[in-house]
C-alpha cells in the first residue's frame, strides 16, 4: 500500500476516524496507530513483518539496557564505571551489528558477491561466490536509520531513554514515514508519541495542505514526467537526440524532486491528520546557491543524520579522522551513495558529490581569504551576477550527477552522458493531447511552486491566501476536478521506496 | 462560520457542480458486471442462464426480448465478465455460480428451481492464454468478493493483483461521479472538446479505419494463440460440471463485426476455433451455435471499440437471434438426462 493507492483512500479514513473516536490518552492512541502501522507493512509483504519485529526488538532491547546501566559521570574513573562503560559500548556494538548486518544482508549481500565474482573473473579465478536473491524489506534503509539515530543519541546521553515499548515500536514503525521517511529523531517523535494528541484545526487544514501538495507532486508532475519524457530516453540513450537528453535530464530533476518531495509532502500530511509533525524533509532545494546549500535543502533528514553520526564524531573526534574535513566529506556521501542502492554507480554519484562539497570547501575557504584582504569581495559575492552563477553551476552540477544515479548501469552512463553532446535524432512523443498539457501543466506547476518562494514573488501567495475563503475553496475544488481529468491513471511506485 | 469550513464547503460544491455539469455533458457508463448479473440470479428464478465475456451484456436484451416473447415465462440472466478467459469464467462459474445452481437444482433441491438452460458465450478470445503471463486481472476486480479478497490478502499482502478488487469497490462506490467514473473511460475531454471545436469527422473517420486494421490483425494473430492448454482446461472443467446437471447447455459463439474480419482471420482463427468448439460441444453432447460470420449484423451495429454492439445493435441482435439461432429458448426446455461424459474422443 503506498500513500496515493487507491487502498489508502479506503484505510486511511478508517484510521483517522478511529483514531480521534478514541478517548484523548497517548496509550489508546499509539495502540491504534502500532496496529495499523502494522498493519500497513502486513500489507506489503506478510513475510517480512518479522523481521520489523525483530528489529524493534534487539533496539528496545539495547535502549533499556542503556537506560539500565546509567552512563558515569566523565570524572569517574573507578574501575567500576570502566566496567559500565565498556558494558554500554558493548550493547552499542550489539545494536550496530544488528542494524548495520540486516542492511549489509538484505541490501548488499547480493551486490557485493557479485562485485566479488567480477574481480576473481579478472583475476583468473573461476570458483564464485553464491548471489543472493533476498526480497528487500521495504523501509528498512529508512527506519534503519530512524532506529540507529536514536541508540546513538541515548548511548551519548543527549535523549532520555524511551522506557515504553508501545511508545518505542510505534516511533520505529510509524507508518505515514515507514516506507520512505522522513528520518525522524528520538527527540522530536518519542515526546509526541508519549504524550495524547489533540484534534486541532490549523493542524487539519496543514495537512489538507501538505497531503494535496504531495498528491499532485506525485500522482501528476512525477507520474506524468517520468513515463513520457524520462524513461524513453534513459531506456533507448542511443536513439534519441541531445534536446530529448537534456529535456530528459531535467525532466528527471523534476520528477525525482516531485516523487521524493511529494512523498514527504505526503507523509507529512497523513501525520499531521493524526496530530503529529513529522521533520521537513524538502526546502526548495533548486534555490540553491552551493552544494553544501543543496543538502541542507534536500533530503533533509538523512542529510542531517550523515553528518550527525557520522561526519561529526569523525572530524571532531580523537582518531586519525580528527580534522580530515575533506576525508569526511567524501565518506558522507559514498555512506549516501551505498545507502541509495548497491550499485556501482550510486558510488559514483556519491563520489561526485563527495568530489563537489570538497571543492567547494576550499573555493569557500580561499574566497574568505580575499574577503579578508578586500572588502569589495563580500559585496561581490552578494551580488546578482555571482548568485546567478552560483546557483547556475550548482544547479548543473547536481543534474550532471542524476546521470548515474537515474542510469542502471555503467554503459548507460556513458551512452546518455555521451548522449547529451551527439547522437541520435529521436525525441519523445506524446501522442495524447491530455498527456501534453498535463507535462505543460507538471513544469509549469513546480516551475511556481519555486517562483512564490523567491522574493519578487513571495507575495502572490499571501495575496492568494487573503481572497475569500469561498474563492479560495472553489480554486481547491478545481484543482481536484483538474487532478481527476489529468492525473496519469496508473500511479507508479516511488522511487525513494526501492532504496 | 470558520473560514477553512467555509474554504472546505466551497471546494466540496465547486467539485460536486463540475461534476453535474460533466455529468450532463459525459453521463457516466456503468457497465453491468459479474456482481450484477450473480445479484440479479440470486434474486430471481431464471429459466436461462447465461455466463460469457463483455458481449453477454448484449444478452441481456435478448432477455428482455425473450421475456417480451413469452409473456414472461422465460427469464434470462446474464453475467458478463470483462475480458473473458475460459479460466476466469470458470472460476466465476464454480465459485460465484455453481453455489447458487446447487441451491435450485443441484443434488440438494433438485427440481425445485426452474434454471433449465445454461449458455456459456465464448470466444477465440477466451482460448489465448493471457498476454505476458500475466494474471486475470479482471477476475478480482470485477468477480470477486470480500471473502474471496480477505484470504488473498492474508496470505500475499497487498499485491497488484488484489488491489484489482479494490480498486473495482472504489470506483463503484462513486459511480454517481462522472469525473471519478471517468477515469480510465475518457470520455469527458472529448466531450468538452466537441463541444468546444464541434466533431472531428475526418479524423473520426481515419480511427475507425485504424481500430480496424487492429482488429483486423489481432484477429488474424490468433491464429497463434488459440485453444491454449490452460484455457481449454478451464473450459472442459466447466463442461465437466454442468454433466452432472439437468440443465440443456449450449456453446455460444456471438457475431464479429464485418469490418474487422479478413479471409485470413476467419480462415487461420475463426474457423479452426468454431471446428474445435464444435467438436467439444459434440463430444460432451451439447448444442452449439456459431454465429461469428453468419448473421446480418452490420458495421453500424457496433461501438467505436469494434468488439461490442451499440444499444441498436443489441435490440437487432436480440430479435434477429430470437428468430433464427436463438429461436429454441423460446420454447421451454426439456431436461436432458445427467450425462456421464463426452460421447465421443477428443475433438
Redesign the interface.
Known amino acids: 500500500?503506498s500513500l496515493v493507492?487507491?487502498?489508502f483512500?479506503?484505510w486511511f479514513p478508517v484510521v483517522f476516524g478511529i483514531y480521534w473516536l478514541l478517548p484523548r490518552k497517548a496509550s489508546y492512541q499509539n495502540t491504534l496507530l502500532l496496529g495499523f502501522s502494522y498493519l500497513f507493512y502486513?500489507?506489503?509483504?506478510?513475510r517480512l513483518l518479522p523481521v520489523l519485529l525483530l528489529a524493534t526488538a534487539v533496539d528496545y532491547g539495547v535502549s533499556e539496557y542503556l537506560a539500565t546501566h546509567v552512563a558515569p559521570s566523565a570524572d569517574d574513573s573507578s574501575a567500576e564505571a570502566a566496567g559500565r562503560r565498556r558494558a554500554r559500548r558493548y550493547a552499542l556494538i550489539l545494536s550496530l551489528i544488528y542494524n548495520l548486518g540486516a542492511l549489509a544482508y538484505f541490501k548488499y549481500a547480493g551486490f557485493f558477491a557479485e562485485s566479488l565474482n567480477r574481480q576473481l573473473a579478472a583475476l583468473g579465478f573461476h570458483a564464485s561466490l553464491p548471489v543472493l536473491q533476498v526480497v528487500l524489506p521495504l523501509g528498512i534503509s529508512f527506519y534503519t536509520l530512524q532506529k540507529l539515530g536514536y541508540i546513538f543519541d541515548v548511548y551519548r546521553g543527549r535523549l532520555e531513554p524511551c522506557r515504553s515499548l508501545l511508545v518505542f515500536t510505534t516511533f520505529v514503525a510509524f507508518f505515514p514515514q515507514l516506507i520512505a521517511g522522513p528520518i525522524s529523531r528520538g527527540s522530536q517523535l518519542i515526546p509526541q508519541l508519549a504524550a495524547p494528541r489533540q484534534l486541532r484545526?490549523r493542524q487539519?487544514?496543514e495537512g489538507a495542505s501538505s497531503f494535496l501538495l504531495g498528491y499532485v507532486m506525485k500522482a501528476l508532475v512525477a507520474d506524468t514526467i517520468g513515463p513520457t519524457l524520462v524513461d524513453p530516453v534513459f531506456s533507448q540513450p542511443a536513439a534519441y537526440g541531445p534536446a530529448a537528453h537534456w529535456l530528459a535530464l531535467v525532466g528527471y530533476a523534476v520528477q525525482v524532486f516531485a516523487d521524493f518531495g511529494g512523498y514527504s509532502f505526503l507523509a507529512i500530511g497523513c501525520a499531521r491528520f493524526l496530530g503529529i509533525e513529522l521533520p521537513v524533509n524538502f526546502d526548495y532545494p533548486y534555490l540553491s546557491k552551493s552544494l553544501p546549500e543543496f543538502w541542507r535543502r534536500w533530503h533533509i533528514t538523512l542529510n542531517r543524520w550523515l553528518f550527525d553520526y557520522i561526519y561529526d564524531p569523525l572530524v571532531a573526534g580523537s582518531g586519525w579522522w580528527r580534522g580530515r574535513f575533506d576525508a569526511g566529506l567524501l565518506l558522507v556521501f559514498l555512506t549516501s551513495g551505498l545507502w541509495h542502492g548497491a550499485r556501482v554507480t550510486f558510488l559514483v554519484w556519491g563520489a561526485m558529490h563527495g568530489t563537489g562539497m570538497i571543492v567547494h570547501r576550499h573555493w569557500d575557504e580561499f574566497y574568505r581569504s580575499l574577503c579578508r584582504r578586500d572588502r569589495a569581495y563580500v559585496e561581490r559575492r552578494r551580488s546578482v551576477p555571482y548568485r546567478t552563477m552560483a546557483w547556475a553551476l550548482t544547479q548543473f552540477f547536481f543534474l550532471v550527477a542524476l546521470i548515474p544515479f537515474r542510469a542502471g548501469s555503467w554503459g548507460v552512463v556513458q551512452t546518455f552522458s555521451a548522449g547529451l553532446l551527439v547522437g541520435g535524432q529521436g525525441f519523445p512523443t506524446i501522442t495524447q493531447?491530455?498527456a501534453r498539457v498535463s507535462v505543460i501543466v507538471s513544469f509549469a506547476f513546480v516551475a511556481g511552486y519555486y517562483l512564490v518562494k523567491l522574493p519578487r514573488f513571495e507575495g502572490w501567495w499571501a495575496r492568494f491566501q487573503a481572497l475569500p475563503?469561498?474563492?479560495?475553496?472553489?480554486v481547491?475544488?478545481?484543482v481536484?476536478?483538474w487532478l481527476?481529468?489529468f492525473v496519469p491513471?496508473n500511479a507508479t511506485t516511488f522511487i525513494y521506496r526501492q532504496f | 462560520m470558520r473560514p477553512s469550513l467555509t474554504v472546505a464547503l466551497a471546494a466540496i460544491l465547486t467539485f460536486l457542480g463540475t461534476d453535474r455539469l460533466f455529468n450532463r455533458i459525459a453521463p457516466p457508463i456503468v457497465l453491468r458486471e459479474v456482481e450484477d448479473g450473480i445479484r440479479q440470479f440470486d434474486g430471481s428464478d431464471p429459466e436461462v442462464l447465461v455466463l460469457g465475456s463483455s458481449h453477454a451484456r448484449t444478452w441481456v436484451a435478448v432477455g428482455d426480448s425473450l421475456a417480451a416473447r413469452t409473456g414472461g415465462t422465460q427469464q434470462l440472466v446474464a453475467v458478463p465478465l470483462e475480458y473473458g478467459k475460459e479460466t476466469s469464467y470458470n472460476w466465476v462459474f464454480r465459485h460465484r455460480l455453481l453455489p447458487i445452481i446447487d441451491q435450485r437444482i443441484g443434488t440438494e433441491a433438485r427440481g425445485r428451481g426452474k434454471l433449465a438452460r445454461f449458455v456459456l458465450l465464448t470466444e477465440w478470445w477466451d482460448t489465448c492464454p493471457f498476454e505476458h503471463g500475466r494474471p486475470s486481472f479482471n477476475l478480482p476486480a470485477r468477480a470477486w468478493r470480500w471473502e474471496d479478497f480477505l484470504p488473498d490478502f492474508l496470505y500475499h499482502g497487498l499485491t497488484d493483483y488484489n488491489r484489482n478488487f479494490l480498486q473495482q469497490r472504489w470506483r463503484r462506490m462513486w459511480r454517481w461521479s462522472a469525473l471519478v467514473w471517468d477515469r480510465g473511460q475518457d470520455r469527458i475531454l472529448p466531450a468538452l472538446k466537441r463541444l468546444a471545436v464541434g466533431e472531428d469527422t475526418s479524423a473520426n473517420r481515419a480511427n475507425e479505419a485504424a481500430r480496424d486494421r487492429t482488429w483486423q490483425h489481432d484477429i488474424e494473430r490468433g491464429r497463434h494463440c488459440i485453444w491454449d492448454p490452460g484455457q481449454v482446461a478451464g473450459l472442459r472443467e466447466i463442461l465437466d460440471s454442468l454433466k452432472r446437471l439437468p440443465i440443456e447447455v449450449t456453446l455460444v459463439i456471438m457475431p464479429r463485426k464485418p469490418a474487422t474480419l479478413t479471409p485470413l482471420g476467419i480462415d487461420s482463427t475463426l474457423v479452426p476455433f468454431a471446428d474445435s468448439l464444435g467438436a467439444l460441444a459434440r463430444a460432451y453432447g451439447y448444442a452449439f451455435v456459431n454465429m461469428t460470420t453468419g448473421s446480418p449484423m452490420a458495421n453500424g451495429d457496433w461501438l467505436f471499440d469494434n468488439d461490442h454492439m451499440n444499444a441498436n445493435g443489441n435490440r437487432r441482435f436480440a430479435a434477429w437471434a430470437l428468430d433464427h439461432d436463438l429461436a429454441y429458448l423460446l420454447s421451454p426446455a426439456v431436461a436432458p438426462e445427467t450425462r456421464a461424459g463426452p460421447t465421443t474422443g477428443d475433438p
Open positions: 500500500m493507492d487507491v487502498d483512500a479506503f502486513f500489507s506489503w509483504n506478510p484545526e487539519l487544514v493531447a491530455a475563503a469561498p474563492i479560495r475553496g472553489a481547491y475544488g478545481l481536484a476536478v481527476l481529468l491513471l
